[in-house]
């Protein structure tokens, strides 16, 4: 019933495979060079109590505890969109699906990130009132993960209902047009969003693979295939600006 | 309502022998109008049409409507329940002239006076909510015994008919029963979606859902009704998702409306308890239900008072579920049980004379309960088990990694050991308990008995067991028992017949 997923900074230990620590709404957790904190930060810079930040719901709050550091979360995702956090400000609500909280620590920048994978989008043709039988996940349509989702859709949706799904490296081309930065690695941390962000059951790496689980990018294909959260209307997402411009 | 219609049909439009009249309704899958009978027939003069555009749309969507209006139509046709609304019949509209219908299917139902959704916005807090309730809760209740889950419990899916009385409706989220849960669309309506289920893992096949998602959809509904509000406070869905969330996480605490009368106020509390195993099941929340509706506050239902009966029946199914939920703990040698009770548990349906060791007796039997179908029954476990390992707990045969009582192979019973349904984080390791070997068999044996072909050649039961040695596939590809198993097979089919009640299937 987690709602807010916590990425604390990499540290030399897990460099492969950060953390994640889930939080419940209304569950806090304080970070700072103090040990005592939930997620203690070692770095000279940082306050002994750093911060908190806690779940509310579907988005999250922050407090800043320091004395005269000002924190910026940001939108990786939102061309510099970002709010400042000044000090002594207690419950500050964040509204991104994907923060990045930088700490100025002496010299360095220190990056929390901040996942809100539960955020509510309105799907065409639900009603104003809240008693609409509706899709148990929503996802937003402007974000990468969704254009990652529909390039690893496309094949399916465009006639072949067993087309093979298109590789990693494919997807990176598919989406150079309209995302030039994409590369393997950040296809590749989207579909692992996807898989966390849709609820799939948790992958086979967990223990030995039984009958019933495919491949990640099959599972999340299939599911969103199912539930229509990928329309053949959604492909546009796919084509280039100037294509979408004449939408 | 300002939602433009998902299907549009002109007054006066002919469909079979129907003529369609005004609109009734719609929601985001298709619309229901009213229609009357203008040719000859056997039907009633009037009913409602459903109408669900599975003419039109792209084929992914087509592919999703369809396993929406099967699950309704397969519904329909397997169940007809004094509580459930009524289909008389399916059409499919054939006219080339208009895309936008042609090719939708019908759904020829019951016509009802109107919801409970408009109702209750007309007039909150309606005088007979009791009486209305506890029709739908027996509605719940027959569901249920059928072995479905109806999935979308809300004010809006229970319509009310000529005479005052309501009935379920809009099945299409309800889904069979596999063992001890089902599988629906993940679609749900946030107020009534039980905690544990909103933000829940989502497999391929949809989401796991139980009876007890129905029974919390009716603890809200019972509070709407009763007090004009919803259980949970929070102006918003949202606000009353969080809610709950909160409440099953522990760090809040339900606190139902100080109008709700002193009978409801247990019972919805029992509706809305935190976890599904703590819930209320569904013939305990009947009775009670009927009880609180017979204790005075409504005249039209007359009904005995008898507290002590209900009191006692909780109990009992507080110490049922106790024994039920308790698999890792129990022994196998009684639990509090006196040894000659455990001689004769379950006798109607296993007999007591034939040698199956007493202390198996009752999770042999309770494993066969797990699952509502009616071809697992306690004759064919203790059967298989007989035929399997001879009833020994220490069977270990790695050349065929088959180990215990059951026979289980390790990595595969890893996926049915857990009662929630959910696989165990790892490979349980030998010795396996012979309380966790049969308990799994139980729910493995209801997963394998829907998925074998219809019309296969012999007693379903032994191919069920075959299946359980095998694959229910291989038995599917091969058509019937496959050879290498036939030995096997008149084994469980001797004991069977051996195990089985005299007059018992």
Redesign the interface.
Known sequence: ???IIVVPPPTPEDEHRPAQIRL???ERLTFGRAPGNDLPIPHDGVSRGAGELTAQ??FWILSNLSAQATYVVENPEGAGEHIKVGPGRLDAPVPFEFSRIVLPAAGDLLTIEVWAP?H?YLRE????D????????SVDRTKRYFAVLAALCEPR?RGD?HAPLPTVDQVVDRLRPVWPAASRTSVQWNIDYLAVK?????GPD???P???L?GKKE?LV??A????LV??DDLVVLAGPSARAAR | M??PYAVSVPKGYRVGVWEVREPIAT??FGSVYAARRAGEGELPRTAALKFLPTGTG????LA?LRDLVEREVELHRRLTRPRLVRMYETLVVDDPQRPDLDGATVLVLEKAEGSL?ARLAASPRPGDGPALLTHICEGLAQLHRAGWVHG?L???NVLLMQDGSARLADFN?AAELEGTHAYT???????Y?P??????????R??RIRPSADVWAFGVLAHLVLTDSFPLPGG????R??AA??Y??G?DELRLSPELPDAWREIVRCALARTHADRIGTEALLRRVEAAAGSGCSPRIPRARRPRVVLGTVAATVAVAALGYGVSTWTGHGGGTDHSALASYGASELRTDKGVPVVYRKLIVDSAHICPRPDVTPALIAAMLKAGSNFNPDLSDPGKQEFGIARWTP??L??WMRDDGI?????PTPPLSPSVSIKSMGRYLCFIDPHLKAGLPGDKRVLVAAAYQTSYGKVNDTGGVPPEYSDYSARVAHWLKEYTPPGKK
């Open positions: 019933m987690y709602s419940a709404p209304g719901g579907a539960r509510d043709g639900a009603g104003p809240g008693d609409t039988t509706a899709p148990a996940f949706l209902p849709l609820r799939l059951k948790p967990t223990a030995d039984g009958p019933r495919n599972s299939s599911l295939l199912r539930f229509d329309c053949e | 300002t939602e929601g985001a792209t084929p992914r969507q999703h959704s979308d809300k004010p809006a989220m669309p993940a679609f749900s309506t946030p107020d979606t905690p544990e289920l909103l933000w829940s893992e989502i497999g391929e949809g989401r918003t869905p949202s606000a998702r969080d969330v909160a099953a996480r760090t990595r595969v890893r996926w696989p165990a984080p790892a490979t």
